[in-house]
């Protein structure tokens, strides 16, 4: 009897010390925390004054250009995305109704925020000169960033909202993403 209660203390008493053990959490030192905090606002940043002079540099460049320098600075999903979003009930080659475009775009985008037939950025087909009037960080997660960006044409007195999504590929950075609300 006396050894089955001795082997019975032994027993609760390990079990009692592998859940200790396997409540042991180990934190990352402080500052380990700061570097990957501090990579990570600098790296929006960088993404940040990278989104702003590829507007301006979109916007100054030759519009012959235009569909060129897209591809440049956009992933090849929101390319293809956007031009389709462009040619929306056009009668050119490959244009899709509006219908066909939701259907074959809402798994991976928002088409209600597409820009359908407007073009890149800003709704109107002509501009004097863009610039952009702010850009601040929304949202940030592992080579994504968010932007709340306002473009202004003050040749033509107008002002141009939108959400601009930021992604972070084989060490540069691209627009994956721009959430435009249609002219009204």
Request: glycine share 4%; net charge negative; with cysteine.
């Amino acid at each position: 009897m006396k050894r089955t209660v001795i082997a019975s203390l032994f027993m609760m008493i390990a079990c009692k010390e592998e859940k200790k053990e396997s409540k042991t959490v180990v934190e990352p030192h402080p500052t380990e925390k700061k570097m990957v905090q501090n990579n990570q606002s600098n790296e929006a940043e960088e993404a940040k004054k990278w989104l702003e002079k590829s507007i301006v540099d979109y916007f100054k460049d030759d519009i012959g250009n235009g569909e060129k320098n897209l591809q440049k600075i956009t992933t090849e999903d929101y390319f293809e995305y956007k031009t389709d979003a462009a040619n929306v009930d056009l009668d050119v080659d490959g244009s899709l109704t509006e219908k066909e475009f939701q259907d074959k775009w809402k798994s991976k985008f928002d088409p209600r925020k597409a820009g359908i037939g407007i073009g890149f950025l800003i709704p109107a087909q002509d501009w004097i000169n863009i610039e952009v009037e702010s850009c601040n960080l929304k949202s940030t997660s592992k080579d994504e960033y968010v932007f709340n960006v306002v473009l202004r044409d003050d040749g033509f007195k107008a002002h141009y909202p939108s959400v601009i999504k930021v992604v972070k590929e084989n060490g540069s950075f691209l627009i994956a993403d721009v959430l435009q609300d249609e002219p009204k």
